[in-house]
């Protein structure tokens, strides 16, 4: 199994409150992602990072904001949480090979948020 | 954009069932075509993939063929198990480093 630890795995907050959410790999892969996963949606992507320092948005990105420092960390920060933040937050990471990123992707265990 | 859309669920079956799961994908250029797998309580994990038209992927029983003429990637597998009961999903990465998933459909094996 791939080394990626998310923290908190559980997380009940209020509206209006920030969070949060911790992303750590012993992999050294390049790339990281956050992804939110809700029912009758899949998984969608927040942000991603292709580098320290180096991040872009994904498709659902309004209200959060990431930060890559050190390789092994991805950081996932909602501002001011609101209840359509509630959800089950999923990391992944993969590595480059030939120039392709994300011919595969290993996830964390996933972290559930219930913003109230 | 890219899209991919799954067949809806639950899909309930009888062990040693015929399993078919439907995966139809819009997306510019030559996507890789992935199915990734979620049991419960855990983060995705890599099932299948193939990166080109015609190619078949298939891992512990299942598969899927790469078809660009129906913009399909199917899943399939002869005899599904207990152990099968999880989300599959069906995803593309386009031109770009990203990865779009489908909706997912839930598997439910029964004895």
């Known amino acids: 199994d791939a080394g990626i630890t998310q923290s908190p795995r559980h997380k009940v907050t209020e509206t209006g409150t920030p969070v949060t959410l911790r992303c750590h790999q012993t992999e050294n892969h390049r790339y990281m992602y956050w992804y939110r996963q809700d029912p009758g949606h899949g998984l969608r992507l927040i942000h991603y990072s292709y580098g320290v320092k180096d991040t872009d948005k994904g498709e659902v990105s309004d209200g959060y904001s990431v930060s890559r420092s050190k390789t092994e960390d991805f950081l996932l920060t909602l501002e001011s949480a609101t209840s359509s933040q509630t959800s089950v937050y999923f990391c992944?990471?993969?590595?480059?090979?030939?120039?392709?990123?994300?011919?595969?992707?290993?996830f964390g265990s996933g972290t559930q948020l219930s913003v109230l | 954009g890219d899209s991919v859309t799954q067949m809806e669920g639950p899909v309930t079956l009888s062990e040693e069932a015929f399993l078919t799961i439907n995966c139809t994908y819009t997306a510019t250029g030559y996507p890789s075509l992935f199915w990734y797998v979620q049991y419960p309580g855990e983060g995705l994990q890599l099932l299948l993939k193939?990166?080109?038209?015609?190619d078949k992927g298939s891992n512990k029983g299942f598969e899927a063929t790469y078809r660009k003429e129906t913009t399909s990637f199917h899943l399939e597998k002869g005899s599904v198990q207990v152990s099968d009961s999880a989300v599959y999903f069906c995803a593309l990465r386009g031109g770009g480093n990203k990865l779009t998933f489908g909706t997912g459909t839930q598997l439910k094996v029964e004895l």
């Open positions: 193939a990166t080109k038209a015609d």
């Open positions: 992944a990471i993969s590595e480059q090979r030939t120039g392709r990123a994300n011919e595969k992707l290993f």
